[in-house]
C-alpha cells in the first residue's frame, strides 16, 4: 500500500529518494483536515484573494479552478489549492454559520439535523429522547435568522383527547404537579402529595371557557324535614343532606361544616319559618358559631307570616384549619319550625 487506509496519507517506501517531500505532503493534508474548520461551504469557484490556510467545502457545480470538485475540502496550502476527498461521518465547523456539518457519503449535512437522541449534561435513553440538564432554560423570539416573526410558541401534540400533552413538575423525580391537557379536553392542573394520587386544582372547559376549582373546600347543606325549635333557644339546625360537599368539609351528621385549611371563608344561611298551629314568634333569629364563639350574627326577622318568611345572611369569616362551623336558629316567644328545603347553610374558601 502507499497511502494510509482513512485519511489516504502518502507512506515513505523503503528505498524512496527526498522522503522529507512525501514526509510534508503527509503534514499538508493533516493540516487541513485534522480538526476541520472552514470558512463556508456555498462557493463554487475560488475566492479573489485566498489567505494561506484557508479551507472551503466546494459547492457544486464547482467552477474555475475548482471545476469537478463539488463536496470536497479545497485547502490553500502554500500559494496553490490542495484537494481532499471526504468520507463518510467526516465533521467540519462552518465558520460562516458557527455549525457543524456531517458528510454522509454524498454531502455535507447538518450535524444534529435529525438525531433520534440528544442529551446537554445527560444522556438521553429511547423514552426520554431529549434530556437537559441545567440551572435555567432561555427560549428568545428569532431575531438572528430574519425568518422570526417576533413571537415564540412552544407546541405539544397528542395523539388524541384520551392522552396527554402537559408539564410534569417533579421533585426527586416524583410528580408534585401537572398542568395541561389531561386525558381530556379541558385545560387543568393538578397537584400530587405521593405522585401517585391527584387532586385538581383547576379545570378549564375548552367548550366554552368556564372554570371551576373542584378541590376548593366547599359545601351546600339543607334539611329536608321540618326543624323543630324550641322557644327562645338557640339550637343547632339539623342539616342532614348535602348536594355538594368538595373535601368532606361538612359533616351531616354532626350537622358541623370543618375548615380542612386555614383561610377566609364565605358563609350564605337561610332560615324559613314554619308556624306550630296558632304560634306566631316575635322574632325569627340565626348566627354562625365555633364551639362557644359566636362567629356571625345574631341576624333577625320579625313580622313573620307563613309560608313567606325567610332569613338569609352572608358572612365572610376568618377560619384556621380544623375550626368547626354551626348554624343555629332561635324563636322568641313561642316555639315553632324550621322548614324544610328552604332553610339551608352554603360555605366555600375564599383565599
Known amino acids: 500500500m502507499s497511502e494510509t487506509a482513512n485519511l489516504a496519507l502518502p507512506y515513505i517506501l523503503a528505498a524512496q529518494a527526498q522522503k522529507h517531500l512525501t514526509h510534508n505532503e503527509a503534514l499538508r493534508a493533516l493540516d487541513a483536515i485534522v480538526h476541520l474548520s472552514v470558512l463556508d461551504l456555498d462557493r463554487t469557484e475560488p475566492p479573489a484573494e485566498p489567505q494561506e490556510g484557508d479551507r472551503h467545502i466546494v459547492a457544486a457545480p464547482a467552477g474555475g479552478e475548482w471545476v469537478g470538485r463539488g463536496a470536497q475540502i479545497a485547502a490553500f ?22 455549525r457543524l456539518r456531517r458528510y454522509d457519503g454524498e454531502r455535507w449535512v447538518k450535524a444534529v439535523s435529525n438525531a433520534p437522541i440528544f442529551g446537554v449534561n445527560a444522556v438521553g435513553d429511547n423514552y426520554n429522547r431529549l434530556v437537559v440538564k441545567t440551572s435555567s432554560a432561555l427560549f428568545s423570539h428569532d431575531d438572528v435568522s430574519g ?19 402537559a408539564f410534569n413538575f417533579q421533585t426527586a423525580y416524583q410528580t408534585n404537579a401537572l398542568f395541561g391537557l389531561l386525558g381530556g379536553d ?12 391527584f387532586a385538581t386544582v383547576l ?17 351546600v347543606a339543607s334539611t329536608n324535614y321540618d326543624n323543630y325549635i324550641a322557644a327562645d333557644a338557640w339550637t343547632a339546625v339539623a342539616l342532614n343532606d348535602t348536594a355538594s360537599n368538595a373535601q368532606g368539609a361538612f359533616d351531616a351528621g354532626a350537622n358541623v361544616f370543618t375548615a380542612p385549611v386555614a ?13 306550630n298551629g296558632a304560634n306566631v314568634p ?14 356571625a350574627g345574631p341576624f333577625s326577622t320579625s313580622d313573620l307570616t307563613e309560608g313567606e318568611a325567610t332569613l ?12 368547626e362551623v354551626k348554624l343555629e336558629a332561635r324563636l322568641s316567644a313561642v316555639d315553632g319550625y324550621l322548614a324544610r328545603d328552604v332553610t339551608r347553610l352554603s360555605a366555600f374558601l375564599l383565599a
Open 77 to 98: 496550502q502554500d500559494g496553490a489549492w490542495a484537494f481532499f476527498t471526504p468520507r463518510a461521518g467526516w465533521l467540519a465547523h462552518v465558520a460562516g454559520d458557527g
Open 147 to 165: 425568518g422570526g416573526n417576533g413571537s415564540v410558541l412552544g407546541s405539544f401534540n397528542r395523539q388524541d383527547a384520551s392522552k396527554d400533552a
Open 186 to 197: 379541558s385545560l387543568s392542573i393538578k397537584v400530587s402529595g405521593d405522585g401517585s394520587a
Open 203 to 219: 379545570e378549564a372547559a375548552s367548550a366554552n371557557g368556564i372554570a371551576r376549582l373542584p378541590s376548593v373546600p366547599k359545601a
Open 263 to 275: 383561610g377566609l371563608y364565605f358563609f350564605a344561611a337561610a332560615l324559613g319559618w314554619h308556624q
Open 282 to 295: 316575635t322574632r325569627l333569629s340565626g348566627r354562625l358559631v365555633s364551639g362557644s364563639t359566636i362567629l
Open 312 to 323: 338569609v345572611f352572608t358572612m365572610a369569616v376568618p377560619l384556621a384549619a380544623g375550626d
